[in-house]
């Protein structure tokens, strides 16, 4: 059975960090583009990040840039997201997502387009 499974999610207090994991069942996260995205109380869901295959390309929404970080371990069948300086904004559940892509673009974690989802991790900053 195909599946993603978020987890590192909790309470931290603002300015605080998370590392929040991805891990693949069922088939092999290379050969995939791996997104995270996150949904606040009342908002839609947004794109945070994307990594390439191989992790050689990376792209963040402006609101995260210069604080979190995206990377894979394929051995591990994992990617993960490392947050810091989280802000009371940050607040949401983190979706990841793959996408099975030959060739990195700009657009390669489009939201429309992932081939499988995670169930999601809350993540709450507050203090």
């Known amino acids: 059975q195909v599946q993603l499974v978020e987890s590192g999610g909790g309470l931290v207090q603002p300015g605080g960090s998370l590392r929040l994991s991805c891990a693949a069942s069922g088939f092999t996260l290379d050969g995939y583009a791996i997104g995270w995205f996150r949904q606040a109380p009342g908002k839609e869901r947004e794109g945070v990040s994307c990594?390439?295959?191989?992790?050689?390309?990376?792209n963040y929404a402006d609101s995260v840039k210069d604080r979190f970080f995206i990377f894979r371990d394929n051995a591990e069948n994992t990617v993960y997201l490392q947050m810091n300086n989280l802000k009371p904004e940050d607040t949401a559940v983190y979706y990841c997502a793959a996408r099975r892509v030959a060739i990195w673009y700009r657009g390669s974690c489009t939201y429309d387009d992932m081939d499988y989802w995670g169930k999601g991790t809350l993540v709450t900053v507050s203090s």
């Open positions: 990594i390439s295959r191989r992790g050689g390309n990376t």
